[in-house]
Every structure is written in structure tokens, then in C-alpha cells.
């Protein structure tokens, strides 16, 4: 069968219009993606292309991955065609050409926690309050600096705030480079500079990429559209999908702009336009439609299908966040019974935080679920530490790495020394490890020869990475530095669980030396790009994922829960008419993310924060024709009286079905032996103060480790 023969006139021409510039915009579901995979396949039957002439970006590895199966269904070569994120392609080519901008080529990546450990270094050392300004808030205004390709060197603040950005940005810039390393925004900033100030390089590119394609084009940034316009200035094949309904990264410097203005810098583009939704269901659409329609400046468009008309989206109306999940399990468990996979179930939320209250449900039902938010595993303090073992055995410049892991596990390297260490590299302007290794036993007295040893342990294992596979060397690591002994000989619960995530570190290792050859570098780049929704699938579970993430995603029953106003949208956005556009948006992303059943769930009160919430029903409900959604909230709320109930108050807590307040003052302490009404028995790890409450972390035997809030959580002490 041809390959074209899937697909209908307009998607047609989206793929058969290989030559110059292609704009395809179009609405959720119309088929984009569908019509890049089919154009790449049909570039190589027809034989127009090489696999590695080939560049097509995606939004998430995800999204990346799926297209690379799709593409590998249709025809041969996927694997040498450059099919991935802006990251991961831009990590590809500096890992070759980093040295042009005086980076060694094995550069570390610096995730978002390396990242604002930098940054709270530079502001105590610059003497700036991270009290008064976060340093999540540094984090910030640093990557929208990058985003506009504005270098620490041309950044200029004009008023007082943006001064002590300046000043800290600067130190944090010099900083990164130092350690050889990057991040993440760095990586599409340093690529762009690689192509300004290497001419031949980028020429060089421009030739290899004889097709270039971008899925999602409404959500680049300025830097992100200056790459993809530099390198398709070769041959000016570039197809750009995308949908401006669908624009949802707008904090992160997103400009929708640039799809709109595509026809601008490509007078001739042709531009395609698809209306027709394959997805979902005429029933789901039609609230699609409706919510969509309150934004302004749209380029207007409405979605059809010719796909059953299907039921009725359905609304639920909680008591409380535990009703409303309840709601949500029990229709799981009954759509489950009619033959339903799990994983058929995705529940979509628009905070991260909402997600702990789910867990607690589905635990409860024993329904398996997955969270796709977070990389959790890689953000564990062992798995963070050895894989600082292994960056500075790949990367020996990377002095975070080996600030980290020092004295861990204790070698009698005190923090005293290293800042004495750390203040000579300073000012010799060499490494870390170079100090240790050249300069240690003039400034340290005591500690020498531990210092020798942790030298010459690092050099061993640096030997040993050039002929080991990644588990191979990662055992030795673990026992050559005494690491796995420390866990051993500590007889806490906590470090059996620690044990056991690095014993599944040595899992995620063994499928990268079967899958990827066992090189070291490559496993590192792999995993410090490991996004928010890149955690693979595991057995048949429901999926708990944030709206932002399922972006170009689609599943047969999706539920978005928290559908409140204050959560939904989110309390931030609700003053900016720009913002709130932008959460607009983000519903119609949501809804269009479900094929044949819609769910929309809110609660009357939530517990969320530590404290009772009461807040009214989104206003994207209100905007939807009460005769397009079947209410299933119990009769005395239903829709017609809640929205114009009670306004957004802090609820008296005590006159709510929530659990009662405890006296948080009962003075948890850490190693405290506590029972919980469903978790069973658990020691404390960790107390951190909260406001008025304390978030506590339990290790329990049958659940593992959980945060809880003190005033919250039904917890007795046992012993302690
Ligand atoms: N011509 C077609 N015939 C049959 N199915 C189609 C056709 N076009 C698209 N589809 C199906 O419709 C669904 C949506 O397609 P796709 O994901 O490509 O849409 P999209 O426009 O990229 O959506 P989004 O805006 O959410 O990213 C997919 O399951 C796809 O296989
Ligand atoms: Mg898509």
C-alpha cells in the first residue's frame, strides 16, 4: 500500500510538498504529526532524502520516540535520522564541536537542581538575600535572559532587581564554564553562538539537513526559531507544524509569533490549513470548540469530525478532593470491567501538587498507576551521588560533581578544606581535581594522604571507563569508593531503600549497554536529558500526568481533575488577560487529548498546601453550553447553582469532611518511629517547616518514603 494512501488531500499535499517552505496549521488532532512522520518516510521511499539528511524536532523525547516508531512502521533507516528535541539535537552536534567554543567535548549538563545549587553558591557568595529574591526566580530570569540570546556579558539590569540578577548571572555564567559544563538553555544558546561565529560549521550543517521539520512550532523560543531559521537557510526545505490554540509555553519564553509570522520570512511558504479531526469524538470537540472560542487574536478555526458523535462529556462534583477521587476510581474500576485497559486512563492536572492526593486514592483502590512529572529517580541523593562519581570520572572539570562527593562517604575531607581547595582552583584558574591532585599537599595539614587516595581512585576508575561497560565500571565505582559499604553497614530502613535504588540504577545501566554499547559519555548525556515526560512505560497503570506534558498526546479516556478556579486556572494567571489566554489554551490542549471519553472533575474543597481550599468551578466550565456535558455531581451542586456559589475563601477548616487538624506542636522528631492510618508503620527521615506546618518525610515499610504534611496526616507516634 502507498504511503499516501493513509492520508486525506490536505495531509496529501503536506507530505508531497517536499520542495521550500511548508506551513501547516491546524487544530488538535487534524493529523500534523501524522503528516511529518509520513512525509519523512515518503522523502525516503521516493528517495529524495538520506535518513541522516533528515532533521525533525519534537517537543519531549517522548513525542521524539514516538515518532521515531511511527517513522521505523512505515519504512527503513530511522535510526540515522536526526528525529529528536532541540536539546538532544543540539547535544549532538556540540558534543562534536563544543571545542570551537572552548568547551572539551565531553561537557557536563546541569539539570535544574545543579542549576540553582550554582546559583545559591554565587548569591551567598555575592552576599545577595535569597530570602528577598528565590533563587528559583534567578533560575528564571537567567533562562529568559538566554532565551532572548542575551549573554551574561551583554546583560545589563536597570533597576535594582535586575542588578543582582546581573551581578549573579555573571558569576553564574563564569562558574558553569568553568566546570565545563552547560545547561539546559545553554545548549540551544551555544549552538546558536557555535553557528554565529563559525560560518564554515554552520555551511556545513546547512548542507546535511536537506529537510528540516518542526512539530509544535507555536512553542519555540526566540533562540529555538534563530536555529531552526539558520540552518534551513540551506536549502530552505522547512515544514513547520503547529496550532495556535495549542501554544502553551508562553513562561518559558514561547512566542506564538513565530508561527504567525512564518509567512513573513518565507514569502513564498505555501500554507496548509487541516480542519478535520481524526482524534476524538464530536461530543468531545464541540467543548473543545466552545472553550477555545473565548480567547481573542485567534486565527479561527473549527474543528470537525466525522467520527461518531460518542457520549457526552461528563462533569463530577466532589465534596471534597477525596470524593472526587473516589469518583474518578470508581469509574476506572467500572469502564475497567467493560474491558478497559489501565492504561487507557490518563488523569490530567494542572499542578504537580494535586498529584499526591490522587496517589493516596489510587493506592488505596489498588489500582496501579504511573506519574509521568518529575525525574524523581535521578533526583534521588544516592542516585545523584553516583552518578556525580561517574561525571567526574567522564568529565574530571566538573567540580560540582566532585564537591558532591568529596566526603560521601566520609573520607575526612571537611568542608573547611575543600573551600580552601575550591578558593585556590579559584585563583590559580584550575580545576578542582587538578588541585587535588597538584597543589593539595601544600594547603592541607591533615587529610593529605585521604585526598592522595580519593586522587588516585578517580584515576583508576578513569582508566577503567576506557575499557569497562557502564554497569561493569558502575560497580566498581560503587565499591571502590566505599559507597555501597556505607549503605551495607547502615542498618536503617532508609539505607536498604537506598540500596535498592541504586541496585535499580544497575538496571537502567544494563539496558543502556545491551541497547547503546556501554560508552560512559553517552549513557551520561542520555540520562541527564531525561525530561519531565520521559519515563518509560511500565506495566498496564493509569497515567498521572500535568496538562503541559501531554502535549501532542492522545489517550482513549482522560480526566482533568482540579477543573476550580484558583487551580484552573491557576491562581497566578488569573489577573493577566494574556495569562489567563495562555490557561485557556492549556484546557483546550487538555480536552483535545481524549478520543473517545472526556471526564472534568473539581472538588468543593480540597486540602492542598496544608491548608482547606474552597473554590468556585473553573470558569472554563461556565463556558461550555450546560447541554454539551452530563452532570454526575450529586443533585444539591449541580452545575446550575455552583458557579455562582460561594466566592474563593479560605474554608473554616473544622466545618469541612477533611481530616482533622492535628496538634502539630506534638514534636515529630526525625528517627521517630510513627504509624499512619493507611501507610502502616514508618520512621521519620526528614522535617521541614512549612508556614504554620511541618512537611514530614516518612519512610514506611509497606510504601516506601512519603511527605506529608504534619497537620494533615493521621499519625500516631509509637515510639520516640
Ligand atoms: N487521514 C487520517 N486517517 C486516519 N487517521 C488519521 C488521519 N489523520 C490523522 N489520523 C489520526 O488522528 C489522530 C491525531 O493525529 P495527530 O496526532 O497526527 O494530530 P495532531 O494534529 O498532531 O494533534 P495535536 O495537535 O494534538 O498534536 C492520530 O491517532 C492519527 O493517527
Ligand atoms: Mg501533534
Not at 504567525?260 to 476524538?280: C, G, H, M, Q, T
Not at 551521588?385 to 571537611?414: E, W
Request: net charge neutral.
Amino acid at each position: 500500500m502507498d504511503i499516501l494512501d493513509n492520508l486525506n488531500p490536505e495531509q496529501r499535499e503536506g507530505v508531497e510538498t517536499t520542495e521550500g517552505p511548508v506551513l501547516l496549521i491546524a487544530g488538535a488532532g487534524s493529523g500534523k504529526t501524522r503528516v511529518l512522520t509520513h512525509r519523512i518516510a515518503h522523502l525516503i521511499g521516493t528517495q529524495k532524502a538520506k535518513p541522516w539528511q533528515i532533521l525533525a524536532i519534537t517537543f519531549t523525547n517522548k513525542a521524539a520516540k514516538e515518532m521515531k516508531e511511527r517513522v521505523s512502521d512505515l519504512v527503513y533507516g530511522s535510526e540515522d535520522m536526526w528525529i529528536s528535541t532541540f536539546h538532544a539535537a543540539c547535544v549532538r552536534i556540540l558534543r562534536r564541536e563544543a571545542k570551537h567554543l572552548g568547551y572539551d567535548n565531553n561537557f557536563n549538563i546541569y539539570d535544574t537542581s545543579d542549576k540553582l545549587k550554582v546559583i545559591k553558591d554565587c548569591a551567598k557568595e555575592l552576599d545577595i538575600d535569597t530570602k528577598k529574591i528565590t533563587p528559583r526566580s534567578i533560575a528564571s530570569a537567567i533562562s529568559n535572559a538566554k532565551n532572548q540570546l542575551l549573554s551574561a556579558k551583554d546583560y545589563q539590569g536597570s533597576n535594582l532587581y535586575e542588578k543582582q540578577i546581573e551581578k549573579i548571572y555573571k558569576m553564574y555564567d563564569r562558574r558553569v564554564k568553568a566546570n565545563n559544563a552547560m545547561d539546559f538553555d545553554d545548549l540551544i544558546f551555544e549552538t546558536v553562538r557555535l553557528f554565529r561565529l563559525n560560518p564554515d560549521i554552520l555551511e556545513r550543517y546547512q548542507q546535511q539537513f536537506k529537510y528540516i521539520m518542526v512539530d509544535e512550532y507555536q512553542d519555540t523560543n526566540h533562540s529555538q526559531y534563530l536555529l531552526v531559521n539558520f540552518l534551513a537557510k540551506g536549502h530552505k526545505n522547512i515544514c513547520v507544524v503547529g496550532d495556535d490554540d495549542q501554544s502553551i509555553y508562553l513562561f518559558r519564553g514561547a512566542d506564538v509569533a513565530n508561527i504567525l509570522d512564518f509567512e513573513k520570512d518565507y514569502p513564498d511558504a505555501k500554507v496548509i490549513k487541516l480542519e478535520r479531526n481524526y482524534r476524538s469524538t464530536q461530543c468531545i470537540l464541540s467543548v473543545a470548540n466552545e472553550v477555545i472560542k473565548h480567547n481573542e487574536g485567534r486565527k479561527g478555526k473549527n474543528l470537525w469530525t466525522e467520527n461518531c458523535a460518542g457520549e457526552k462529556p461528563v462533569f463530577f462534583h466532589g465534596t471534597d478532593h477525596i470524593d472526587e477521587i473516589q469518583f474518578i476510581a470508581d469509574e476506572i474500576t467500572k469502564e475497567q470491567a467493560k474491558g478497559r485497559k489501565l492504561s487507557d486512563f490518563t488523569i490530567l492536572i494542572r499542578a504537580n501538587a494535586l498529584t499526591r492526593s490522587i496517589e493516596d486514592i489510587l493506592l488505596k483502590r489498588d489500582i496501579p498507576y504511573q506519574i509521568f512529572a518529575g525525574t524523581e529517580f535521578f533526583n534521588r541523593k544516592e542516585i545523584k551521588d553516583v552518578m556525580a562519581y561517574l561525571s567526574i570520572i567522564s568529565n574530571p572539570a566538573d567540580d560540582l560533581s566532585l564537591t558532591r562527593i568529596i566526603n560521601v562517604p566520609r573520607r575526612g575531607i571537611g568542608n573547611k578544606t575543600v573551600e580552601r581547595l575550591a578558593a585556590v582552583a579559584d585563583e590559580k584558574n584550575k580545576t578542582l581535581f587538578e588541585v587535588l591532585k597538584e597543589d593539595a599537599d601544600g594547603i592541607v595539614s591533615r587529610g593529605k594522604d585521604k585526598i592522595k587516595q580519593l586522587v588516585m581512585l578517580i584515576e583508576n576508575l578513569q582508566e577503567m571507563s576506557q575499557y569497562l561497560n557502564v554497569t561493569d565500571l558502575l560497580d566498581e565505582t560503587v565499591n571502590r569508593s566505599g559507597y555501597r559499604n556505607m549503605l551495607q553497614s547502615d542498618k536503617t530502613d532508609e539505607a536498604k531503600i537506598r540500596l535498592e535504588n541504586i541496585e535499580e540504577l544497575f538496571t537502567v545501566t544494563k539496558e543502556f549497554d545491551n541497547t547503546h554499547g556501554g560508552n560512559l559519555d553517552e549513557f551520561l548525556q542520555q540520562n541527564s536529558l531525561a525530561s519531565d515526560t520521559d519515563e518509560s512505560e511500565r506495566e498496564d497503570s493509569v497515567k498521572i500526568m500535568t496538562l503541559h506534558s501531554a502535549k501532542g498526546l492522545e489517550f482513549p479516556v482522560v480526566f482533568i481533575a482540579g477543573f476550580e478556579e484558583r487551580l484552573f486556572p491557576h491562581i497566578r494567571s488569573m489577573e493577566d488577560p494574556k495569562e489567563l489566554q495562555e490557561e485557556r489554551r492549556l484546557c483546550y490542549v487538555g480536552i483535545t487529548r481524549a478520543k473517545e471519553k472526556l471526564y472534568i472533575t473539581a472538588a468543593q474543597s480540597r486540602a492542598l498546601y496544608g491548608r482547606v481550599e474552597r473554590n468556585k468551578v473553573s470558569r472554563f466550565l461556565e463556558e461550555v453550553p450546560k447541554n454539551l456535558i452530563e452532570d454526575k455531581s450529586i443533585k444539591k451542586y449541580s452545575m446550575d447553582n455552583l458557579y455562582s456559589q460561594s466566592g474563593p475563601q479560605r474554608a473554616n477548616v473544622n466545618s469541612f469532611k477533611m481530616p482533622q487538624k492535628q496538634n502539630i506542636d506534638m514534636a515529630y522528631k526525625v528517627g521517630m518511629l510513627v504509624e499512619h492510618k493507611k501507610f502502616g508503620q514508618g520512621i521519620i527521615t526528614e522535617i521541614k517547616s512549612l508556614g504554620e506546618d511541618q512537611k514530614i518525610t516518612i519512610n514506611f515499610e509497606k510504601v516506601g518514603s512519603k511527605a506529608l504534611m504534619a497537620s494533615f496526616a493521621p499519625l500516631t507516634v509509637v515510639e520516640g
